[in-house]
């Protein structure tokens, strides 16, 4: 969810060789687009719970209204993903979702920080939405989305870096065998914070290229200790690497990163 000035900054980054560009147009998937749009819906629903719970103030009621209208939205979408469809048609009802997200997050963030509930909640919206926008953007034949990605997804791996980072220095913290991972994650949520704001500057390409190095330098860090983990004992905390490993997985790719990428393989 982006304002149409952090939009703009997409032109900033037409020198880069997106993946997602070069490879043109895609053949969307319905069934990847039914899951991120299921768990939109699904993170749509615990805010309307918070909204019930926790916004007592007759006039803010319509908060939950403007949640039921992202989610006949979310329906809309859902039953215009079918695989006969066009991309124009696909962005359209994307595009009309998006805008009544935009409108309900808008409202929740205006309730200030001391609504820690409908923050957090909010939060996930923003995330779920993000994963979908991402499942579309391979559709647009122009790259135009493709380029807009980048920022979206550069803002995503900052947010779920920083929240890795919180998480394990809660997690872990006291554990005898926790390393020097707490370290290296909060290396790596520095890192992918000032990936983005280059990002969102309109940094050159060689610029984008050092700090995202710097990323997978620290990421690759992270995962050697990560990996050590059981997963009986740190299931919240490697669900959240988890989406941190998806999120840079994207954004090697976006950026035509070459080599291999340092994977997130989790004990069971």
Do not use: C
Not at 20 to 37: F, I, K, T
Not at 46 to 68: F, M, P
Not at 189 to 205: I, L, M, N, T
């Amino acid at each position: 969810m982006f304002s149409s000035g952090r939009l703009l900054l997409a032109v900033l980054v037409v020198a880069l060789p997106l993946r997602v560009q070069a490879e043109g147009r895609q053949d969307h998937d319905p069934a990847a687009l039914r899951e991120a749009s299921r768990e939109l819906a699904r993170q749509v629903e615990y805010l309307q719970e918070d909204i019930i719970a926790e916004v007592t103030v007759q006039k803010e009621r319509t908060l939950y209204r403007k949640a039921d209208a992202v989610l006949a939205a979310i329906n809309h979408f859902q039953q215009t993903a079918k695989p006969a469809v066009t991309p124009a048609n696909l962005f359209k009802s994307f595009d009309e979702l998006e805008g009544k997200i935009n409108d309900l997050l808008k409202d929740v963030r205006a309730l200030g920080t001391g609504q820690r509930t409908l923050q957090r909640s909010a939060d996930r919206v923003e995330a779920a939405d993000e994963h979908l926008y991402a499942a579309l953007a391979g559709l647009d034949a122009s790259g135009g989305r493709s380029k807009v990605l980048l920022v979206r997804q550069s803002r995503a791996l900052a947010v779920a870096a920083r929240q890795l980072d919180k998480t394990a220095q809660y997690a872990l913290a006291g554990a005898q065998d926790q390393g020097v991972l707490p370290g290296e994650l909060h290396k790596l949520a520095e890192a992918a914070e000032r990936f983005q704001k280059d990002v969102d500057s309109g940094a050159s390409q060689e610029q984008l290229r050092r700090d995202f190095a710097v990323v997978n330098r620290s990421w690759e860090n992270a995962v050697k200790g990560l990996e050590k983990l059981k997963s009986t004992d740190n299931t919240y905390l490697l669900r959240t690497a988890e989406r941190v490993d998806r999120l840079h997985d994207r954004l090697f790719r976006i950026l035509g990163v070459s080599g291999e990428r340092s994977r997130l393989t989790i004990q069971t």
